[in-house]
């Protein structure tokens, strides 16, 4: 019977398959699941494979939402938001997600998105509320809410020169972040 794959053989493709992966970044277990799929491997084998990786521990589904969560916040600014989407699409279940997420407080989330504001207005350009507008929608995209974004920049606007703190003075944080205003819309 040459040429035909025993099950042993599987097993064995399998188990590679999932170390080249996780030789290039550590994956969840949904993420390995959908690469052996992607290669022939049965449902079955699929399972055998992953639950022995997860009992001693090579696939952590809990351990990897931990260190994502911590890497993008510190390395690209993002919030929480942000990183709930990012581990939604790797495969992590929500209340694994959302506990590795609890690490990670308002007072944190606020203080990241000051530095980011503070480290880009060094370089900003323009009138102040094009300023604050460019600034308030580069928090967004990282998912900060609404509320924290605005009062990041204006904080930071309002230590930068006379005019940004002259902007700032009339900017209601509170006000926007209620309304949901877009800032590149209204104000005021």
């Not at 084998?45 to 990786?53: C, G, I």
């Not at 952590?60 to 699409?89: C, I, K, P, T, Y």
């Not at 990282?142 to 924290?148: D, E, F, I, R, T």
Request: hydrophobic content about 45%; aromatic content about 4%; some cysteine.
């Amino acid at each position: 019977m040459a040429g035909t794959a025993t099950p042993h053989d599987e097993a064995e493709r399998a188990r590679e398959i999932c170390l080249r992966q996780l030789a290039v970044r550590p994956r969840t277990r949904a993420e390995l699941a959908t690469a052996l799929a992607r290669h022939g491997i049965s449902p079955e084998v699929v399972e055998q494979v992953l639950d022995r990786y997860d009992e001693v521990g090579i696939v952590d589904d809990a351990a990897f939402a931990r260190a994502w969560v911590s890497s993008r916040h510190q390395g690209r600014g993002l919030a929480r938001r942000a990183l709930a989407n990012e581990l939604r699409q790797r495969g992590v279940e929500a209340g694994i997600a959302t506990e590795a997420l609890g690490e990670l407080d308002d007072t944190t989330e606020a203080e990241t998105a000051r530095l980011l504001v503070d480290r880009k207005l060094r370089s900003a350009t323009g009138s102040p509320e094009a300023v604050f507008r460019r600034l308030v929608a580069m928090l967004a995209r990282k998912g900060y809410p609404a509320g924290v974004a605005i009062r990041a920049v204006k904080e930071a606007l309002a230590e930068r020169d006379a005019e940004a703190a002259e902007f700032a003075d009339q900017v209601d944080a509170d006000a926007l972040a209620e309304a949901g205003t877009d800032p590149d819309r209204d104000m005021f």
